[in-house]
């Protein structure tokens, strides 16, 4: 962008041969009085100033004294350009505060050469008070997110010592468990700090990468839900959930990190809506090609808003849409940025809308590969379903058109009736039917007296399964039970849900076992534990007393080697933390690796460690380590791995 220069001198000649010289590289402004140029001033802040000393009215060093008495033009440089040659001129001048004092007359090549020199020596002093004020923005910004992630910290530590302590002092057993489930809910909300924390640390060091698996994008909401609903059912929220038809039942991404964004937004949706407010999670597929699908997901809420100033520094490092957020809402302040990042490695993007008081909608798109598993894929396998029929009752024909889908993809004959009317009649014409999906309420006669009419006096009746919206279902498990209802299903549900009723009902009507309780009985399997720590080693022994697996437990690694080393066919898998005293577990596995028996190569070795970034568990599977274990663990996580390595 061009410079502005403003010229003051009362001659006109001087002017025209200032412009000449110029013009060509700068935008001129010419006026012939120091008065005058106050005028222009209320208008134009120009870049630099060339002004005369000797001018009738109001004299350039009288023009110099004012502007450097106005902080609007105090910081413009000015070059004196006269024919007071004399030193003490001279010296008035750059005592007054200009930047330089050119003898008339004057070379073009002088001028042109002093004027850029001064003008870039301005722009360097503006950078680096613009640097200075980002620097002190930024170390004022961490300052107070360091006093935010403090609270945040020792809160959930506040309550967990607090707990343990009311909880050892307890002589009632209901209120030792209060305790612990205190305990257990402040715990998890620590780590959610610390991987918070931990995020933002691999995202500052460019270290932040994502996991792509094929997952059921049904089953990740699901997740989400889970987690949500607690927080949605205390402010006695309304949840809704809107799905594309379109939207695919497999996708090829980062389920944890997707699971870890749609969870923030809808943490902070129901955080900032106040009790029996609404919020919605709006799904949709944007657009498709033959590898990858491009999936819009939005949150609604009609809660606090916020203000457009807000929004411009609510994706910022560190930064809360205003401190009173914190004090008023808690939080770390880090949420929207790591979601941000995460969308952003997804090829993806994140926007908001929203208004004061109005609410707020946060957009946002992810690229996933596209994946050929379909939704029979999730049916189980020991279900004979050559001769099996469904018949669903709901009036609603969204419900029905969602059943239509879900059956049709798994191959499964159904009918649909719209009234009970319609359901006895399609019972007279085909006979029973092997389950049930009734709506709770129905025209005639409502879904738990349908039930009782279609299971009453049959020897073995086909499960029936009630469907609900939030407000309608008062009924106890007992009298579910009673009244022959084998489940209940919420609306609205997922297309998987569907499949996990039929999986459930099912499997139990036929006498098939489905459950995969077998799958963690380990007895007759030996596993060595490396751990140094005793509380460690203590923990995970307690949570796989259930699985009947044979533990040996080594204080380090080289304890480990000498144990593997005399038998090497004893064991059938080992945990081997990371960080250990006198051998790591990185040196011990290389050691057992080359071992000479067969039997060290292609024994389990897996990675317990906190080491939880990309490069540590690259570094653990490089030492010769098979899969990793994060600190803390989690009981689900660890019967995985025993189930791929054991079973």
Request: hydrophobic share 40%.
């Amino acid at each position: 962008m061009q410079k502005t220069i403003f010229v003051v001198d009362d001659s006109i000649t001087n002017l025209s041969v200032a412009e000449q010289t110029l013009e060509n590289y700068y935008n001129v402004i010419t006026m012939t009085s120091a008065i005058r140029m106050f005028v222009f001033l209320e208008k134009i802040i120009p870049d630099l100033i060339l002004m005369d000393v000797a001018m009738p009215e109001m004299s350039g060093f009288d023009a110099m004294i004012k502007l450097k008495s106005n902080t609007l033009f105090s910081d413009i440089p000015v070059i004196f350009l006269t024919a007071l040659a004399d030193s003490y001129n001279e010296a008035y001048g750059i005592e007054l505060g200009a930047v330089d004092f050119i003898m008339k007359p004057f070379s073009e090549a002088v001028l042109l050469h002093r004027i850029r020199h001064h003008l870039s020596i301005d722009d360097l002093i503006k950078e680096r008070t613009v640097k200075l004020e980002e620097a002190i923005s930024a170390s004022s910004a961490k300052s107070d997110y360091l006093s935010n992630m403090s609270h945040e910290m020792r809160t959930p530590l506040n309550a967990i010592i607090g707990m343990t302590t009311v909880g050892k002092n307890a002589n009632d057993i209901n209120e030792k468990n209060r305790a612990l489930g205190v305990i257990g809910n402040a715990s998890t909300h620590l780590l959610g700090v610390i991987n918070n924390v931990l995020d933002m640390a691999k995202i500052e060091a460019k270290k932040f990468e994502l996991s792509p698996i094929e997952f059921s994008f049904d089953s990740m909401l699901q997740k989400v839900l889970s987690i949500i609903n607690y927080r949605i059912d205390e402010k006695k929220q309304t949840l809704t959930i809107v799905s594309d038809s379109k939207m695919p039942n497999f996708i090829i991404a980062d389920e944890q990190r997707l699971i870890q964004v749609l969870t923030n937004l809808l943490s902070n949706a129901t955080k900032f809506t106040p009790e029996y407010g609404s919020i919605s999670l709006e799904v949709a597929l944007e657009s498709e090609t033959e590898e990858d699908c491009l999936l819009r997901i939005d949150v609604v809420d009609n809660g606090i808003g916020i203000s457009k100033e807000q929004q411009s520094s609510l994706f910022e490092s560190f930064v809360q849409a205003e401190s009173k957020i914190s004090r008023d809402y808690g939080g770390s302040g880090l949420g929207l940025t790591i979601s941000k990042c995460i969308v952003e490695l997804m090829d993806g993007g994140i926007h908001i809308e929203s208004e004061l008081g109005k609410g707020t909608r946060i957009s946002i798109l992810v690229k996933a590969g596209r994946s050929e598993k379909k939704l029979l894929s999730l049916l189980s396998t020991r279900l004979n379903l050559d001769a099996l029929r469904i018949l669903v009752v709901d009036d609603s024909e969204e419900t029905r058109s969602q059943f239509h889908d879900v059956l049709s993809q798994l191959n499964i004959k159904f009918d649909l009736a719209p009234s009970s009317y319609d359901a006895f009649r399609y019972i007279g014409e085909k006979g029973a039917y092997d389950m049930y999906f009734i709506g709770w309420r129905v025209s005639e006669i409502d879904g738990v007296e349908l039930a009782d009419r279609l299971t009453t006096g049959k020897e073995t009746p086909a499960p029936v399964v009630i469907m609900y919206s939030a407000s309608q279902w008062v009924m106890r498990e007992d009298e579910a039970s009673a009244n022959k209802i084998a489940k209940a299903l919420q609306k609205p549900f997922f297309s998987t849900e569907i499949v996990e009723c039929i999986n459930d009902c099912l499997c139990k009507a036929q006498g098939v076992d489905d459950t995969r309780e077998d799958t963690l009985n380990f007895a007759g399997k030996k596993l060595l534990l490396v751990e140094d720590q005793e509380i460690n080693r203590e923990i995970l022994i307690a949570l796989l007393e259930s699985t009947c697996i044979d533990i040996d437990c080594a204080e380090d690694g080289e304890v480990a080697l000498n144990m593997v080393s005399q038998t090497p066919d004893k064991y059938d898998i080992i945990f081997m933390d990371v960080k250990m005293p006198r051998m790591d577990g990185l040196e011990a596995t290389r050691h057992i690796r080359a071992l000479p028996s067969v039997a060290s190569l292609s024994l389990p070795i897996i990675a317990m460690t906190a080491n939880v970034f990309a490069e540590d568990i690259r570094e653990c599977l490089n030492a010769g380590m098979d899969d990793h274990l994060g600190k803390p663990l989690e009981v689900d996580r660890i019967h995985q791995i025993l189930n791929k390595y054991l079973s």
